[in-house]
Nanobody, 122 residues
């Protein structure tokens, strides 16, 4: 069971990025898949999550309306489309898998991919 995150980079404020989380060893549609981020000197923060079988999507208030989580079952991949990026979005982003439901606590997710770094700076 593995998660492979990609798509990070250095962008200017107001730009967009799409993060990808490719899964292997399980079907992304069978579990809740989430994105956490961690900025230097800060705790990990839950950003977004999609429940099993696409029931519901969740977003932290600071990204709601700018970020969109989606799932492509054929590619077994979950995406995080990030628009109108701000410097405060700068962080390492991690995709995670847990049970069937979303949660805000990192401890609810037992499988973590490696981080992909997003830097928003002018």
């Amino acid at each position: 069971v593995q998660l492979q995150a990609s798509g990070g980079g250095l962008v200017q404020p107001g730009s967009s990025l799409r993060l990808s989380c490719a899964a292997s060893g399980f079907a992304v549609d069978d579990y809740a898949i989430g994105w956490f981020r961690q900025a230097p000197g800060k705790e990990r923060e839950g950003v977004s999550c999609i429940t099993r079988r696409g029931g519901r999507n969740y977003y932290v208030d600071s990204v709601r309306g700018r970020f969109t989580i989606s799932r492509d079952n054929a590619k077994n991949t979950v995406y995080l489309q990030m628009n109108s990026l701000k410097p405060e979005d700068t962080a390492a982003y991690y995709c995670v898998m847990g049970g069937y439901l979303c949660a805000s606590s990192p401890s609810a997710f037992n499988t973590w991919g490696q981080g992909t770094l997003v830097t928003v700076s002018s």
